[in-house]
Every structure is written in structure tokens, then in C-alpha cells.
């Protein structure tokens, strides 16, 4: 079935870096634009970046923009998020969900890894 | 980057009555070539993933229940549950996909009274 699996989640300590894997099955992985989404404790969902399907067009949110990269392997239908300089306030669920379309929903979503930025 | 605001922050409604949760776009998401509006909805339930339930502002999403609906247009959008299930206890929010950088709004818990 469709399916979308995170891993790379952990502990780590402030300044450090950590790169997360979500591994597609079941649909045509290069066909999809591809997200992360995060939750932190107790807050809501934010939206961390998106990248087209061909792996050509990025885009990320002020939070992230310069600290993070996401990135694709369609021959491995695997999409990362190379996280650099992690800050406590990084601490969230990291979801990665895909969409059909460029300006679309996201209609399916993994399972989400968990981060925790502390010393 | 376009804001979403949604109201209330939590909703306590009775099993069987009616939830009704409000979005509201800092600017339009209503895109006048194809007169769509790209807002929609999901669903968050604890240790779950969240759930897309609606798109284009009022379109369900296969296998979504008819009671959840969704109405609205620009700036000003409605999610409505017009029965409440105890399955229906989740947080719910709004999120534009008119822009490069997707939002949601904060989320309202909805709970059963």
C-alpha cells in the first residue's frame, strides 16, 4: 500500500546535525512533490520545505532557510532533510508528506520521527 | 507568507451535535483563473499522522465521512461537523497551498462536551 516511512530521528546536542530519511512505497515516488512538516511539543503543525519532483525546485521556511537542505533520490525513492546547526527550538515530530501537484494539498503523510535538540 | 488564523482555539460540542470551526486568510486564496481556492483541511488525532479531509475549500477527500463539509471563499472558510462522533475528538486545521510556503493555522482542539 501507499506508505511513507521517516527514520534518522534522535537526540542531539545544540549545533550538531542530523539528517533524516523518509523512504516511499506503493506509488510512483518520482512522479510526487515532496514535504517536511514538524510539530514541537504542544504546538501546531509548521511547514519546513518542499521539493519538486525532479529534485529542481526548493523552497523553505524562514525558520529553517540556510540551516537546513532537503533533498531526493528517485532511484532510491527516498527523500532527506540534512539539518545543520540545530537549535533546542528544532526539538518536533518531523513528518514528510507528499503532494500530487506543486500548489496542492498533502494527501499522504508518514508515520512522523521524533527530534530532540538538548545538551 | 500568508497567515492563517482559525477560531476558537478549542470547541466542547455534545455527541451528535454540530462543531463548526472558522479559518481566516490574511490575504485571498482564491485563485481567479481557475476560480479554486486553495485552502484545505485535516484532521490530527494523537500518535496519528494527520488526515487530509478536505480540499479546494469543499471537496471531501475519498473515504471522509458526509458529515464533515467544508464551505467558504477569498478569505473566510468554514469547517463543519454536523453530527459529532466520539472519533471526531482530533485538532483540526486549516492550511493555504496558494504560495511557495505552505501554512496552517494554529489548530482548534474540538472535544465532546
Known amino acids: 500500500q501507499v506508505q511513507l516511512v521517516e527514520s534518522g530521528g534522535g537526540v542531539v546536542q545544540p549545533g550538531r546535525s542530523l539528517r533524516l530519511s523518509c523512504a516511499a512505497s506503493g506509488f510512483t515516488f518520482s512522479n510526487y512533490a515532496m514535504h517536511w512538516v514538524r510539530q514541537a511539543p504542544g504546538k501546531g503543525l509548521e511547514w519546513v520545505a518542499v521539493i519538486s519532483y525532479d529534485g529542481i525546485n526548493k523552497y523553505y521556511s524562514d525558520s529553517v532557510k540556510g540551516r537546513f537542505t532537503i533533498s531526493r533520490d528517485n532511484s532510491k525513492n527516498t527523500l532527506y532533510l540534512q539539518m545543520n546547526s540545530l537549535r533546542p527550538e528544532d526539538t518536533a515530530v518531523y513528518y514528510c508528506?507528499?503532494?500530487?501537484?506543486?500548489?496542492?494539498?498533502?494527501?499522504?503523510w508518514g508515520q512522523g520521527t521524533m527530534v530532540t535538540v538538548s545538551s | 507568507d500568508i497567515v492563517m488564523t482559525q477560531s476558537p482555539d478549542s470547541l466542547s460540542v455534545s455527541l451528535g451535535e454540530r462543531a463548526t470551526i472558522s479559518c481566516k486568510s490574511s490575504q485571498s486564496v482564491l485563485y481567479r483563473s481557475n476560480n479554486k481556492n486553495y485552502l484545505a483541511w485535516y484532521q490530527h488525532k494523537p500518535g496519528q499522522p494527520p488526515k487530509l479531509l478536505i480540499y479546494w475549500a469543499s471537496t471531501r477527500e475519498s473515504g471522509v465521512p458526509d458529515r464533515f463539509s467544508g464551505s467558504g471563499s477569498g478569505t473566510d472558510f468554514t469547517l463543519t461537523i454536523s453530527s459529532l462522533q466520539t472519533e471526531d475528538v482530533a485538532v483540526y486545521y486549516c492550511q493555504q497551498y496558494y504560495t511557495t510556503t505552505w501554512t496552517f493555522g494554529q489548530g482548534t482542539k474540538v472535544e465532546i462536551k
Open positions: 508528506a507528499r503532494t500530487p501537484q506543486w500548489l496542492y494539498p498533502f494527501d499522504i
